[in-house]
């Protein structure tokens, strides 16, 4: 032991500390201090040589492609030395394998190579995510490359005699590893060694590779950008689903995270079933990145349901039956031009809408401004009537037409009215401006029932009711009342808004951090990115919504000013007026809904997942339900909803749909709670539409409900007072009853689209029996509401064809998600969905101008001539 210690510190450079002690000038210093470090050496050396005794271990020269069989036990190991000379496009592949299944004492093979270590054991026990053990009898491994750059090894800076004895005769230019063969069991234990050479490490763009993994045998890959090249995407593709499988990119560099617990500790990866692709940008990964492929140890990451048998945590499943095919092959995206291309087509795209609409305005205008002049003079000429019939309040009912009281058919009293809507002129009855006094004398005998004229029950009680009985306020006051839809609607989707985008900003940061693309669910076959947005196609497909939206914000306000700057209802009483009541607080509002919707339907597609779904739906039901107070406000001026009860309304169903999020697919009393709500609240609208407003919408309307049908249907039979309006609530009855109990029965996953459906039918249902009872009623649609109809239906199927494509479906997991991804069908850059949102938001706009033309052929007639329905 003297003779080795001094051999070491005569043989290495001494440290500054010894080079101290021995330069010292006190003799003392030299006599203790060197001695008492040569006692410490051979304290260290003896300690370490009785606490772990080497194994004798038997080396031996291997060749590439043998197979070695052996054995080993725990007083014996193995190890053989293997030389080759580097290649980036080739690797060197170790496997082994054994027939012991003894877990706990196991083969242990480390891999020791000049720039690194790699171990693993034989068995090989690999722990899933539901906590079973799987044993593996093979295994086989891809040791770490480098490129031909850098393959000049260290030996080439070491002397000869400081080799390992058995790699002297190795060239410069080679490399050198060992694999050694050791285990913990007293007996005896046989292995299997074959070392070889992966022809197809460097992957090329274009060419489709084929190979087979398994949790024991992953696999990784080299690709190198080209110098064209600044984005890659790589396809993988699998003939059958199972087993569950990694796609892993990461940064090139050693070692590879090739395992299945820390393949996610590196780079992007996806799991996958039949199908992956991952977009590679080449300043995220350099000029070069490893493509990685792990098969899991089970299924649970890609179809996310248990094993049905009962799960035992300390038994070791043996399983030699999950192998993978995979097919890989890596393709160049498409280039800046093409991003300029589709950015510029999607603005063009609704470029002609602007125009049309500029003409349109422009014609209206130029045709309006000589009628506008002949009415001005026809309303100056009728003035002195109209002022006398507005201050006239003591005509009998009998007298004005309205016939309060009398059982009359309300469709035969329009259809006498025929010739006066054809003519859409103002018409004053002869029978008003003929009354001598001779008659007014007699007029005083009789009870003129002046409350019948002024009392709002008495009024909406009359079996034929006409817009001019429901538009009795003042018409300032309600453009009032309806102009704040627009204004709260624009308050709340601020405060919605924001908090969204700062949510999905972060859902995007979080994928780019960690990696995991499991969290958003794009269409990764055509999810081209753009700075830091995986998706920009399907979030700039979203602009229709924007654009159409102002535009038919400008279209109302045109319609608004021509409105006020018309001189048909100056001065005149409000039954008097023309036509239906000219609010456009709702429409606004509608237009103002339509940008929002486009604003979070784009927030949705930064990160489409299960838990903001509701951002992509929110402003659909707010559009569903404007649409519809829309229709029900044009002839029910003074009973529709004001804008705080709505939006509490809206506020209601947009907590369901959160709630839906977290529980609706576990909780049976949450489906109870909905199909109880929606069965009471549609039978309370019922029993509010039918009367007109007549009672208050509130829990005591329950009350009322019982109280007629008890004397209405039990006590005595009566016939319906408006069978037409019995008939729509009967059907829409119908519908919603049997859609809460399918809805019940089969409780989706997706409840957003489930809620959103029963808007939308409702709204499809309502608008059908509007038209239906217009024409009805003998009044008639005009060729441009024709127009925007045919056009709307038009647009709306085409829409729902792309719709229903389905390239994601966030209530399946991630891996099985991917597996409806498809490429791109329009400019190599918009796919199925982003169609979606081109023609949705055109169907969208054609129906709100449906909306906004629809009773046109009514604004010349007189509104106690225009019936209710």
């Given amino acids: 032991m003297l003779v080795i210690t001094t051999t070491f510190l005569t043989t290495r450079a001494p440290s500054p500390f010894l080079q101290t002690m021995w330069k010292s000038p006190h003799k003392h210093v030299r006599l203790v201090g060197i001695p008492a470090v040569m006692f410490l050496l051979f304290l260290c050396f003896g300690i370490r040589a009785g606490s772990a005794p080497l194994v004798p271990s038997d080396l031996t020269a291997a060749n590439f492609n043998t ?3 052996g054995s080993v036990q725990a007083d014996r190991s193995k190890e053989y030395l293997f030389h080759y000379r580097p290649n980036k496009s080739e690797a060197v592949r170790v496997w082994v394998a054994s ?19 790699m171990s693993w054991q034989v068995p090989l026990v690999l722990r899933a995510i539901t906590g079973i053990l799987y044993l593996y009898r093979d295994v086989s491994r891809t040791l770490c490359s480098l490129d031909v750059e850098n393959s000049t090894s260290k030996l080439a800076l070491k002397s000869p005699s400081q080799l390992h004895p058995m790699a002297a005769h190795a060239t410069l230019e080679e490399k050198h590893f060992t694999v050694a063969v050791t285990t913990q069991s007293p007996n005896n234990v046989s292995y ?12 090329r763009s274009g060419v489709k590779y084929v190979f087979n993994a398994t949790p024991s045998q992953p696999q990784f890959f080299l690709y190198e950008f080209a110098s064209d090249e600044k984005s890659v995407m790589v396809n993988v593709t699998s003939r059958i689903e199972d087993p569950c499988s990694v796609v892993s990119v990461q940064d090139f560099g050693c070692p590879v995270n090739d395992l299945d617990q820390n393949v996610n500790f590196a780079g992007t990866y996806q799991t996958m079933t039949s199908q992956a692709a991952i977009t590679v940008q080449r300043t995220q990964q350099n000029s070069r990145f490893h493509l990685v492929f792990v098969v899991k140890t089970d299924d649970y990451a890609c179809k996310g349901i ?3 048998t009962p799960i035992n945590l300390q038994e070791v499943v043996d399983t030699d039956h999950r192998v993978k095919e995979l097919e890989v092959e890596i393709t160049k995206t498409i280039s800046h031009k093409v991003y300029m291309y589709a950015i510029v087509f999607c603005c063009t795209l609704f470029l002609p809408f602007y125009l049309v609409a500029f003409v349109w305005m422009c014609i209206r205008q130029w045709r309006t401004r000589p009628q506008r002049q002949l009415d001005l003079c026809n309303v100056e000429e009728q003035r002195p009537i109209l002022e006398k019939l507005s201050e006239d309040d003591s005509i009998p009912s009998s007298l004005s037409g309205d016939s309060y009281g009398a059982i009359v058919s309300c469709l035969g009293h329009v259809g006498a009215e025929g010739p006066e809507l054809k003519a859409r002129r103002l018409r004053v009855d002869w029978r008003h401006t003929s009354i001598s006094s001779s008659d007014e004398d007699e007029l005083e005998d009789y009870d003129t029932m002046d ?10 009680s009359k079996p034929c009711l006409h817009v001019a009985d429901l538009a009795r306020r003042k018409h300032s006051a309600m453009t009032k009342k309806y102009q704040i839809y627009c204004w709260n609607l624009v308050t709340v989707g601020v405060f919605y808004v924001l908090p969204v985008i700062q949510l999905v900003l972060t859902y995007q940061s979080v994928v780019h951090d960690t990696g995991n693309q499991d969290i958003c669910y794009y269409n990764f076959l055509c999810a081209n990115p753009l700075g830091q947005l995986t998706s920009f196609n ?3 497909s979203n602009l229709g919504y924007f654009l159409l939206g102002l535009l038919f914000l400008l279209t109302v306000a045109f319609r608004e000013f021509s409105n006020q700057m018309s001189p048909q209802t100056k001065g005149t009483h409000s039954q008097h007026e023309l036509g239906l009541p000219k609010h456009y607080g709702l429409f606004y509002a509608m237009g103002f809904a339509l940008i929002m919707e486009g604003l979070l339907s784009a927030c949705y597609h930064v990160c489409p997942n299960y838990s903001n779904f509701q951002f992509d739906t929110a402003f659909m039901y707010i559009i569903a339900g404007l649409c519809m107070l829309k229709l029900y406000q044009k002839r029910h001026s003074d009973v529709n909803a004001n804008a705080y009860k709505a939006y509490a309304s809206f506020a209601v169903i947009i907590f369901f749909a959160v709630l839906g999020v977290v529980v609706a697919k576990k909780a049976v009393w949450f489906w109870v709670l909905c199909t109880l709500v929606h069965i009471l609240a549609s039978l309370a609208l019922s029993f509010h539409i039918y009367h007109v407003g007549h009672w208050h919408f509130s829990i005591a309307i329950f009350k009322h409900i019982a109280i007629v049908f008890y004397n209405d249907c039990i006590r005595r039979c009566t016939r319906p007072l408006h069978m037409d309006r019995l008939i729509l609530l009967v059907i829409g009855n119908i519908f919603n009853w049997s859609y809460a109990i399918v809805g019940f029965g089969i409780r989706p996953r997706d409840f957003d689209s489930y809620l959103l459906g029963i808007f939308m039918s409702n709204l499809l249902l309502y608008s059908a029996f509007y038209i ?3 024409i009805r009623s003998g009044e008639r649609i005009l060729p441009v509401p024709m127009l925007f109809i045919i056009l709307a239906m038009v647009a709306w199927g085409a829409a729902l064809y792309f719709f229903f494509q389905g390239l994601t479906s966030w209530e399946e997991t991630a891996a099985k998600s991917r597996e409806r991804n498809k490429p791109c069908i329009l400019l190599q850059f918009f796919d199925h969905h982003d169609i979606w949102h081109f023609l949705s938001s055109i169907a969208m706009f054609l129906s709100f101008l449906v909306l906004l033309t629809l009773d046109d052929d009514v604004d010349l007639v007189r509104r106690d001539k225009i019936l209710v329905f």
Avoid: C
């Fill in 67 to 69: 197979l070695y069989t």
């Fill in 192 to 203: 299997e060694l074959r070392v070889t050479e992966n022809s197809h490490l460097l992957l």
């Fill in 538 to 540: 399907n979030v700039f």
């Fill in 306 to 308: 248990l094993p049905l």
């Fill in 99 to 117: 027939t012991t299944n003894d877990s706990k004492l196991p083969l242990m093979f480390v891999v020791q190579q000049q720039q690194g270590v």
């Fill in 451 to 460: 409350d019948a004229l002024s009392d709002k029950n008495i009024i909406r």
């Fill in 772 to 774: 239906i009872m217009k």
